[in-house]
Nanobody, 116 residues
Framework: QVQLVESGGGSVQAGGSLKLTCTVS?????????IDWYRQAPGKQRELVGS???????NYADAAKGRFTISRDYDKKTVSLEMNDLRPEDAADYYC?????????WGQGTQVTVSS
């Protein structure tokens, strides 16, 4: 059973930092799976934050470039989203996602709140 569990959300002031972690289980080939980070703010559509392909460099949405960093730990089967210089507009529920055997899997999300 494939499971994704996000952790690390919380409340920070503008300019602060948070590191989110997505822990993946139920997949033996984690090392060749692309992992995405999405976010959804209240009243808005879910949007892609960035992706990290297997063995490749992460890519980011414009809103995340220069402030967010995605990395993966193959031993721990985790993907992290490090967010710096957070802004009120970054406040959202953050989700990790993967596609495996033609099925999309999502985590339950972790909430990030940014106060100005």
């Amino acid at each position: 059973q494939v499971q994704l569990v996000e952790s690390g959300g919380g409340s920070v002031q503008a300019g602060g930092s948070l590191k989110l972690t997505c822990t993946v289980s139920g997949i033996d080939i984690f090392n060749i799976i692309d992992i995405d980070w999405y976010r959804q703010a209240p009243g808005k559509q879910r949007e892609l934050v960035g992706s990290i392909p297997s063995g490749g460099r992460a890519n980011y949405a414009d809103a995340a470039k220069g402030r967010f960093t995605i990395s993966r730990d193959y031993d721990k089967k985790t993907v992290s989203l490090e967010m710096n210089d957070l802004r009120p507009e970054d406040a959202a529920d953050y989700y990790c996602r993967l596609l495996f055997l033609e099925t999309v899997y999502w985590g339950q999300g972790t909430q990030v709140t940014v106060s100005s």
